[in-house]
């Protein structure tokens, strides 16, 4: 018996397994071709996906900006920073607020001067590292007390012109032990880190905190600094004891907020949206268009077959 078909009757082609790779086609009333490709569906997606990253990074940066009070961003695994302690905190954090600690260590005093020693307060707002050497030694003393205590910044003179205070003033004291004497200079790379609130009051730069150090609490002097903004820090090398805090210059607009960037992130918001609905018409439309067309080509099909 014969196995090829009859003469005029189009060949058979054998099964194909799996799903169809690449675009899939088929024709429409009229002849159109329309595509259930994935293209049209990842662009839709990539879309919706810039939009909701733009949302979700706008969402964040207004949470921060909303108040004092508000000022985590909306980040997930990362515990919040600790409280700021004033000496004299503003109304609003005044309930809850705790007080800052002081603190005293002793550094050993050897021939060649004082050991290396780095200290900070029991609550992390001032780190203090003495360098080798940094008092020179004394006959008869064996080593260095340094006492570290916090101080309200409006008890003591103004920062140089350009400047506010961002938190706490702290007094740097050493002295020989056992004899009490003074010690008003530290040598080697000494430095200090000083932890920093952020401030309700606008500033003009964000990492554009400063050490102010004064010998006396009077008369300020900015040094060259380094600012972490990550962890509200600023640092210096320090060369005498006295009094330390920390400056930042203002916003020239003054205010409690940055309206610059209060603009800035209203406009990312408005992208966002925009982005979010351009998606969705989209969407919308390749439905809308996609589902009449397919149904009438299966009745048009159903009807070839009768």
């Known amino acids: 018996?014969?196995?090829?078909?009859?003469?005029?009757?189009?060949?058979?082609?054998?099964?194909?397994?799996?799903?169809?790779?690449?675009?899939?086609?088929?024709?429409?009333?009229?002849?159109?071709?329309?595509?259930?490709?994935?293209?049209?569906?990842?662009?839709?997606?990539?879309?919706?996906?810039?939009?909701?990253?733009l949302l979700y990074l706008a969402g964040a940066g207004v949470s921060g900006r909303a108040s004092i009070l508000a000022r985590r961003p909306l980040l997930d695994g990362l515990a919040p920073p600790t409280p700021y302690r004033w000496v004299s905190p503003p109304a609003e954090l005044a309930a809850a607020n705790k007080p800052p600690a002081s603190a005293?260590?002793?550094?050993?005093?050897?021939?060649?001067?004082?050991?290396?020693?780095?200290?900070?307060?029991?609550?992390?707002?001032?780190?203090?590292?003495?360098?080798?050497?940094?008092?020179?030694?004394?006959?008869?003393?064996?080593?260095?007390?340094?006492?570290?205590?916090?101080?309200?910044?409006?008890?003591?003179?103004?920062?140089?012109?350009?400047?506010?205070?961002?938190?706490?003033?702290?007094?740097?004291?050493?002295?020989?032990?056992?004899?009490?004497?003074?010690?008003?200079a530290l040598g080697g790379q000494s430095s200090v880190g000083l932890v920093y609130p952020l401030l309700a009051t606008a500033v003009a730069d964000v990492g554009g905190h400063v050490v102010l150090s004064s010998a006396d609490g009077r008369t300020w002097k900015q040094l060259a600094s380094t600012d972490t903004p990550g962890?509200?820090?600023a640092s210096a090398q320090l060369n005498t004891t006295g009094y330390v805090q920390v400056g930042v210059p203002p916003?020239?607009?003054?205010?409690?907020?940055?309206?610059?960037?209060?603009r800035i992130l209203l406009l990312a918001s408005a992208v966002a949206v925009a982005i979010v609905a351009a998606a969705l018409l989209?969407?919308?439309?390749?439905?809308s268009r996609a589902g009449p067309t397919g149904g009438r080509g299966a009745r048009g099909g159903r009807r070839r077959r009768r």
Do not use: W
Request: proline letters at 10%.
């Open 1 to 53: 018996m014969s196995t090829h078909p009859p003469e005029g009757a189009p060949e058979l082609q054998p099964p194909v397994c799996g799903a169809p790779a690449g675009r899939v086609t088929h024709r429409g009333n009229g002849g159109e071709r329309l595509s259930t490709a994935p293209g049209a569906r990842s662009r839709v997606a990539l879309l919706a996906g810039v939009g909701i990253v």
């Open 104 to 184: 005293r260590f002793t550094v050993e005093l050897q021939a060649d001067g004082s050991r290396l020693g780095a200290f900070s307060t029991s609550d992390g707002q001032l780190n203090l590292v003495l360098s080798e050497g940094a008092v020179p030694p004394r006959s008869g003393q064996t080593a260095v007390e340094v006492a570290v205590d916090p101080v309200d910044p409006a008890t003591l003179g103004p920062p140089p012109s350009g400047l506010v205070v961002a938190g706490n003033a702290y007094r740097v004291q050493a002295s020989y032990r056992p004899s009490g004497a003074k010690v008003d």
């Open 231 to 233: 962890t509200h820090q």
């Open 251 to 262: 916003s020239a607009g003054g205010g409690s907020g940055s309206d610059q960037r209060s």
């Open 282 to 287: 989209l969407r919308f439309r390749e439905a």
